[in-house]
């Protein structure tokens, strides 16, 4: 869905439980140019956009780029690295593109940031600036696996202990940029009725008014709930989206956009139970 809405994708889990296979995955599963960034505390924003360097032989700057020059691109650890590297990414997940030495370099319409981190009570963290996390559209919490899961997972790979390759799967390209352009172009034209629009406004609108919460969601944060409910509207084979494809995705677009007060956590309260409260208390379209 966030493919589809030319969104991004925050991932979060304890280390071990398949973020980077996860990503790494469902970039094989399209035919577009992936890229990697692991994330460390010394790394620089030069280090992600790139440079212009000067060429003794030719006298003139060439630009070395770097590698957020992709399509799909997995920032692994990014809450591994300071926020004045995190914030190299700003633009280029909100415009497509990068400034490098007042020159805008245009990324193409396949860019899109699937970007995983571990948990901010984790040593050697850095959390995420409220700017960045509005930037994704859905962070998705990765729990450790059920019993049953693990057991499966030992007993399939317990004989090696480095990560397997999504082509030992048997993964293959099931898309192309020309089909995800066309797809974007079809939801385009999916149905958003006024009556979900004001109840998407509504449950936004909510955020910022409830006594949990320090800050709500944004602007931004209705627009991209729109926009997945459209894309979940057309993976369900309909041409207009209904109240239960915003209830679905409300808590995957929302959950890292909400700033808890000082003593919701005190309550016991989080994001999720707080976003179940909002949706039990405005009231759905008919």
């Known amino acids: 869905m966030s493919l589809l809405s030319d969104?991004?994708?925050?991932?979060?889990?304890?280390?071990?439980?398949?973020?980077?296979?996860?990503?790494?995955?469902?970039?094989?599963?399209?035919?577009?140019?992936?890229?990697?960034?692991?994330?460390?505390?010394?790394?620089?924003?030069?280090?992600?956009?790139?440079?212009?360097?000067?060429?003794?032989?030719?006298?003139?700057?060439?630009?070395t780029r770097g590698p957020i020059f992709t399509q799909l691109l997995l920032a692994d650890e990014i809450n591994r690295t300071p926020p004045k590297?995190?914030?190299?990414?700003?633009?280029?997940?909100?415009e497509r593109a990068v400034t490098i030495?007042?020159?805008?370099?245009?990324?193409?319409?396949?860019?899109m940031v699937i970007a995983t981190q571990n948990p901010i009570e984790h040593q050697g963290t850095y959390p995420l600036p409220e700017a960045q996390l509005d930037r994704f559209l859905f962070k998705h919490v990765l729990p450790y696996p059920s019993r049953d899961e693990e057991r499966s997972i030992v007993r399939q790979h317990g004989h090696r202990t480095t990560m397997p390759s999504p082509a030992q799967f048997g993964v293959e390209p099931v898309a192309t940029l020309d089909d995800l352009v066309a797809m974007r172009t079809a939801i385009e034209q999916?149905?958003?009725?006024?009556?979900?629009?004001?109840?998407?406004?509504d449950i936004v609108r909510a955020t910022r008014e409830h006594p949990a919460l320090q800050?709500?969601?944004?602007?931004?944060?209705?627009?991209?709930?729109?926009?997945?409910?459209?894309?979940?509207?057309?993976?369900?084979g309909r041409d207009y989206v209904i109240p239960d494809d915003v209830k679905l995705l409300a808590p995957p677009a929302l959950r890292h956009r909400l700033v808890l007060a000082p003593g919701a956590e005190i309550e016991g309260l989080d994001a999720d139970k707080i976003i179940a409260q909002i949706l039990e208390q405005v009231a759905a379209p008919r």
């Open 215 to 236: 800050f709500g969601a944004s602007p931004r944060a209705a627009n991209m709930l729109a926009s997945a409910g459209r894309a979940l509207a057309a993976l369900g």
């Open 190 to 201: 999916v149905r958003l009725s006024p009556d979900i629009v004001d109840y998407i406004v």
């Open 101 to 111: 030495d007042g020159q805008t370099h245009d990324l193409g319409a396949g860019f």
């Open 85 to 94: 590297t995190q914030a190299a990414l700003l633009q280029s997940m909100h």
């Open 7 to 63: 969104g991004h994708v925050l991932l979060e889990g304890v280390p071990g439980v398949a973020k980077t296979l996860l990503a790494r995955t469902f970039a094989a599963a399209l035919s577009l140019k992936f890229g990697r960034i692991q994330f460390t505390p010394d790394l620089m924003p030069g280090d992600i956009v790139g440079t212009n360097l000067f060429n003794f032989q030719t006298n003139q700057f060439t630009l």
